[in-house]
């Protein structure tokens, strides 16, 4: 593990490095719900995986500089940049799904692909984000699986907000979207595969088809019997879909 400072801000980022180059970016529920699944990828594809803990997450510090997903965003570009790494898959779940869109917006040369995996941040008319800012872990996790049986024990009582979710709020704002985000995703010009939990109680598959429709030329797959964290309840079946997205 190892951290970078990049400006004014820092990152700490586990680096399981091999050949090619994956970015995983995790969403509210913290670092805890990719690093398997980095593991995995690593493993099978024997490709480098970068995780990041996003600043904020875990107790880690957070510069005054990251105001919002955009500025997160750019500090990742800059990661990219120091580490001088190319044809880059960058992969998002939940909030970094987001990210990974904004990433992709900045049309960092180093970033030839993108994966979105149950993203948030826009804004569908007759499909809102569930609002979990005033949630309790418990609650929040049981939307988030299709078999509530496959979801990790939360720490502590799981009876208020998680610090990790209370992270997340600062970058997105309680109402997690960007009204303009949908707009803006038409920028994006890398290949795009939107992956999305048939029994997400976050954001519904029909939220995911507008993630999709959004950006030109994306593909989206629905995961059957899986939730907003595929690569928590279904690794393998998220693998496979990830790495027929054009690895």
């Not at 995983?24 to 990041?52: I, N």
């Not at 570009?77 to 869109?101: H, K």
């Not at 990790?164 to 949908?182: C, F, K, S």
Request: charged share 15%; with cysteine.
């Amino acid at each position: 593990m190892t951290t970078h400072t990049l400006g004014t801000a820092e990152v700490t980022v586990q680096d399981r490095n091999h050949t090619s180059t994956f970015l995983l970016l995790h969403g509210g529920g913290g670092v805890a719900t990719m690093a398997a699944f980095a593991d995995l990828l690593a493993e099978r594809t024997r490709s480098r995986v970068l995780l990041p803990t996003h600043p904020g997450f875990a107790g880690t510090p957070k510069a005054e500089s990251l105001t919002g997903v955009a500025a997160l965003a750019r500090l990742y570009v800059d990661l990219l940049d120091r580490l001088d790494l190319t044809c880059v898959t960058v992969a998002g779940n939940s909030f970094g799904g987001w990210l990974a869109a904004e990433i992709a917006l900045l049309k960092s040369p180093r970033v030839s692909r993108v994966v979105i995996i149950d993203g948030i941040g826009i804004e569908v008319d007759g499909h809102p984000l569930t609002d979990i800012s005033g949630m309790s872990l418990t609650e929040i996790r049981a939307l988030s699986f299709h078999d509530p049986g496959r979801a990790p024990a939360p720490a502590g009582d799981g009876s208020g907000p998680s610090p990790d979710v209370r992270a997340l709020i600062g970058y997105t704002g309680p109402a997690m979207t960007d009204p303009a985000l949908a707009g803006r995703l038409g920028g994006i010009d890398v290949p795009v595969h939107v992956l999305w939990g048939e029994s997400d109680g976050i954001a519904g598959p029909e939220y995911g088809k507008a993630y999709a429709a959004a950006i030109p030329g994306s593909t989206f797959t629905l995961l059957p019997r899986t939730g907003h964290l595929p690569q928590v309840e279904t690794p393998e079946e998220l693998l496979d879909a990830l790495l027929d997205a054009g690895h």
